[in-house]
């Protein structure tokens, strides 16, 4: 098995050598396996070890033991102790989903704090058989059916082409000692029912099973990487982006055959579960959106407008009498002698003596209303002339608005108030203006 894992790493993760590697070790077989392969094959490697005590006096035992180890190795040891039980209640998260977030959060602190590159952890062909069963079994699409990969950004997984069999039997053969986690006897839990009760059944209808499903990974995994290709090819072709926003042009995807799966394949990375929803966008009214954890999709008009969830902010920020804002916006107000001959949309020309202070900025509402200058001082709510100037939500949601008291001076950047444009009687001018 070390000349098998030797072979592996030279070939796939030639870059390991060199740099100092953090490996998770829970003190069960696979990663003192791991452990014992990586030393003899010359690795650099330190140990992190979490304790999520959820065991007891047995979480206790098993820190102990690799911490013991790590002495003898004079290895360097980083160790934590997690109330597991807490954060999933805080959380409102399952215990094995919660110990997972706890684990890789730590992991990216040490390796931030001590300038590890790499993450190595144990997984073998066995978790990767089990991890694609409950996928499976839960509903998935191709990617849930890939397995677990190899490497994924700075963890690498060098034990998954070999089986646990494999695993102990090397331990056995090699005299390493190892601690046995109680809860892996218990079915509680999906992956052991699957473990105890279905893979042997699997295995007795099929004594090639373990070797059959290695191959079955390999080719999903080759057709998942078709897909990504197809997917990155075709979305240049689609896709607009722009200030932090993604457009998604509907005729032009509409034209591809299966659009759904491609809608699926560039935005599941964003955490959208509500599939129906998303692809009923294609054909709903504007406005109408789909929000996920992080972003929402909202339809306008022919796009799609993928974007990050903004917080609501509702504050009101004051602007003083000839003075400065620098927050959500810069804006200046300072009074002068004469209009210019060309105005520009990022400033507005009032009528100093119609103003009262303090000014202030805010987001927009339903039901405000305003006067826009050149219309006789006619009245139209806001949310009026946002529709005729045909903007999306997130235009609507990005737009501040000026006000003096109860009444708005200016739509910043977009459209002044009838009731405080500059008139041949007016003796004082002030400029406010929207600084870069």
Same mark, same amino acid.
């Given at each position: ?17 060199? +740099?100092?590697? #953090? %490996? ?22 330190? @140990?992190?070890?979490?304790?999520? *005590? ?20 004079? %290895? ?46 144990? =997984? =073998? ?9 409950? *996928? ?14 190899? $490497?994924?950004?700075? @963890? ?26 109680? +809860? /892996? ?10 473990? =105890? ?6 295995? &007795?209808? /099929? ?48 034209? %591809? ?23 009923? #966008? ?71 003596? =119609? ?9 927009? $509402? ?34 501040? #608005? ?9 739509? @910043? ?10 008139? &041949? ?9 929207? %600084?870069?």
């Amino acid at each position: 098995m070390e000349l098998q894992l030797k072979e592996h790493l030279d070939r796939d993760f030639p870059f390991l050598k060199g +740099s100092t590697l #953090l %490996l998770a070790v829970s003190g069960g077989v696979d990663s003192m396996v791991l452990c014992h392969l990586l030393k003899s094959l010359n690795y650099d490697i330190a @140990i992190a070890h979490c304790n999520f *005590n959820l065991r007891g006096e047995e979480s206790d035992g098993d820190e102990k033991f690799v911490k013991e180890y790590t002495e003898k190795e004079t %290895l360097k040891f980083h160790v934590t102790v997690f109330d597991t039980i807490r954060f999933a209640s805080d959380s409102k998260l399952s215990v094995q989903v919660a110990a997972r977030q706890l684990r890789y959060i730590w992991f990216n602190e040490v390796m931030a704090d001590f300038g590890y590159k790499y993450l190595l952890t144990a =997984h =073998h062909l066995d978790d990767n058989i089990e991890t694609l069963l409950i *996928n499976f079994t839960r509903g998935t699409g191709l990617e849930g059916l890939t397995g677990i990969p190899q $490497q994924n950004g700075n @963890i690498i997984r060098p034990l998954l082409p070999f089986t646990r069999h494999e695993i102990e039997d090397y331990a056995k053969q090699n005299n390493i000692n190892w601690r046995e986690d109680s +809860s /892996n006897a218990t079915d509680k839990y999906l992956r052991n029912k699957l473990r =105890h009760t279905v893979i042997p059944v699997l295995k &007795e209808l /099929n004594t090639s099973f373990t070797d059959s499903f290695k191959n079955t990974i390999n080719h999903l995994q080759q057709a998942q990487s078709l897909v990504e290709d197809a997917s990155v090819i075709v979305y240049k072709q689609v896709v607009e982006e722009k200030e932090g926003q993604k457009h998604f042009n509907i005729s032009q995807f509409k034209r %591809l055959p299966n659009y759904k799966a491609y809608l699926y394949q560039w935005l599941h990375p964003f955490g959208f579960t509500a599939w129906d929803d998303v692809y009923s #966008l294609a054909e709903a009214q504007s406005g109408k959106q789909v929000v996920s954890g992080s972003h929402r999709l909202i339809k306008n008009r022919n796009v799609l407008i993928l974007e990050p969830i903004k917080e609501n902010d509702t504050a009101v920020y004051i602007l003083n009498k000839d003075g400065i804002m620098d927050y959500p916006i810069r804006l200046s107000a300072n009074k002068v002698d004469t209009l210019p001959k060309d105005l520009i949309k990022t400033a507005v020309y009032v009528d100093n003596e =119609h103003i009262k202070f303090p000014l202030f900025v805010r987001k927009w $509402q339903e039901g405000d209303y305003f006067y826009p200058i050149g219309m006789g001082g006619q009245k139209k709510k806001v949310s009026k002339y946002f529709k005729d100037e045909k903007m999306s939500l997130p235009e609507k949601e990005d737009i501040w #608005l000026l006000c003096s008291a109860e009444a708005i001076i200016w739509i @910043i950047g977009r459209r002044a108030d009838e009731r405080f444009k500059v008139t &041949e009687e007016t003796t004082q001018i002030l400029k406010i203006e929207v %600084l870069p």
